[in-house]
């Protein structure tokens, strides 16, 4: 079996940061309120001209720079998001337009949220074994303050937005991915009618992922036969930083191997654990041979986790 090797990240950001005292212009909250609980201190929204697909376009050309790949190099283009700017056609499809992505057979997006990327990750995985071709080009893209109610104190000051990207490639890694749910438990997180504000039960969610995911990175590690001591990074979806302490703990491992980017971007969603690699590979924490293990959760409810090499 083969797994699956990262050759390139590249992530994109929108120019405009709002802090904590920002949002307390706005709703009844407070920059101690925030960090005390989530660890937030700013996000990013977007602006008039930034929208889920120039976000990824731009985190797409960054992955594919740092690759050292060419538009012809790309077979599979995948888009993880709930917030596309129109419903068709697919972000992935804009993406492979305005990037010339000739040779791309099979581009879509996939809507897990929170869990997206990790999703996509498997994804491509899936179709690379399946048919062949050399690279995919996997992104988490979203404008989440498109659809948030400013009026809703508990769920505008998560979120934010942003686009990350890798391009990968089958390698002879050892191969796990897991993927899952709890249902029906479709209430605790989603959208509500029209996209108007997200609505999102706290504790629930903070209870499935504290239990969910430290099973799920013990299920990765077991099958791919990795100790605690021979994964380098932990790379959680970055929705809350007592979510991530809690996993830890759990666990049994070291704060300091699960990143943390929360504070300055919240809750990206399907942008949040490639936003997160990106970085850590800019910071030069990701040299080749590299093990991480992925995690994502979030509305479904979802859970998924993956085994990369760099």
């Excluded at 090797?5 to 920002?22: M, R, Y």
């Excluded at 989440?144 to 937005?161: P, Q, Y």
């Excluded at 089958?170 to 009618?193: I, K, N, W």
Aim: charged share 20%; net charge neutral; with cysteine.
């Amino acid at each position: 079996m083969t797994g699956l090797q990262i050759l390139g990240l590249g992530h994109a950001l929108p120019k405009k940061a709002v802090t904590n005292d920002d949002l307390a212009n706005l709703v009844d909250t407070s920059d101690e309120w925030i960090k005390s609980r989530t660890g937030i201190r700013e996000r990013r929204f977007a602006s008039k001209g930034e929208t889920t697909t120039t976000l990824a376009v731009e985190a797409a050309k960054n992955a594919m720079r740092k690759a050292g790949v060419c538009a012809k190099d790309i077979s599979v283009c995948i888009a993880a998001t709930f917030t596309p700017d129109v419903q068709m056609p697919s972000v992935a499809c804009s993406v492979a337009q305005q990037l010339c992505l000739e040779n791309v057979s099979v581009a879509f997006d996939l809507n897990a949220a929170c869990t997206g990327f990790v999703h996509a990750v498997a994804s491509a995985h899936a179709i690379l074994s399946a048919q062949g071709g050399r690279c995919a080009l996997i992104i988490g893209s979203e404008t989440i303050s498109r659809v948030l109610d400013m009026t809703d104190r508990s769920t505008c000051v998560l979120f934010g937005d942003g686009a990350g990207a890798a391009v990968v490639a089958l390698s002879d890694a050892h191969p796990y991915c897991f993927c899952g749910s709890v249902m029906p438990d479709t209430q605790s997180l989603h959208c509500r009618e029209n996209n108007l504000g997200i609505e999102m039960d706290g504790a629930n969610v903070y209870r499935f992922a504290t239990l969910t995911v430290p099973e799920i990175l013990r299920r990765i590690m077991q099958k791919s036969e990795k100790s605690l001591d021979e994964i380098d990074y932990f790379v959680c979806h970055q929705a809350n930083s007592r979510i991530i302490e809690q996993i830890a703990r759990r666990l049994g491992a070291h704060s300091e191997k699960f990143y943390l980017n929360l504070q300055r971007y919240g809750n990206t969603s399907a942008a949040s654990i490639p936003i997160a690699l990106s970085e850590m590979s800019h910071h030069g924490l990701l040299p080749q041979g590299t093990t991480i293990i992925c995690a994502g959760f979030g509305a479904g409810l979802t859970c998924a986790g993956a085994l990369l090499t760099f």
